[in-house]
């Protein structure tokens, strides 16, 4: 099992980003997929998730609005646009893949890739 996160970088803030997470050793197709990130000495967060039909999606108060996750099923793929960034979004990002439980909780969460770093200057 594989998820490469990648699209992270430095940016302005106010800027955009979008991120990506290829998988690949399990049925994509299957599973939910969610986004979290951990800001430097601070727990991970949940960010955002999406159902694996594309259907309803999830987000953290703190970026609903400004972050838009969807997922292409067939290149198994999900991404995370992320518009209006500011300071304090600042942290590494993960994706991950879950089938049950809540989507919010990280202990749901079956797979996790390895983070991109998304740094926002202001």
């Known amino acids: 099992v594989q998820l490469q996160a990648s699209g992270g970088g430095l940016v302005q803030a106010g800027g955009s980003l979008r991120l990506s997470c290829a998988a690949s050793g399990f049925t994509f197709g299957s599973y939910d997929m969610g986004w979290f990130r951990q800001a430097p000495g601070k727990g991970r967060d949940f960010v955002a998730a999406i159902p694996w039909n594309g259907g309803n999606t999830y987000y953290a108060d703190t970026v609903k609005g400004r972050f838009t996750i969807s997922r292409v099923n067939a290149n198994n793929t999900v991404y995370l646009q992320m518009n209006s960034l500011k300071a304090e979004d600042t942290a590494a990002y993960f994706c991950?893949?879950?089938?049950?439980?809540?989507?919010?909780?990280?202990?749901?969460?079956?797979?996790w890739g390895r983070g991109t770093l998304v740094t926002v200057s202001s």
């Open positions: 991950a893949a879950r089938r049950y439980g809540s989507v919010s909780s990280r202990s749901n969460y079956e797979y």
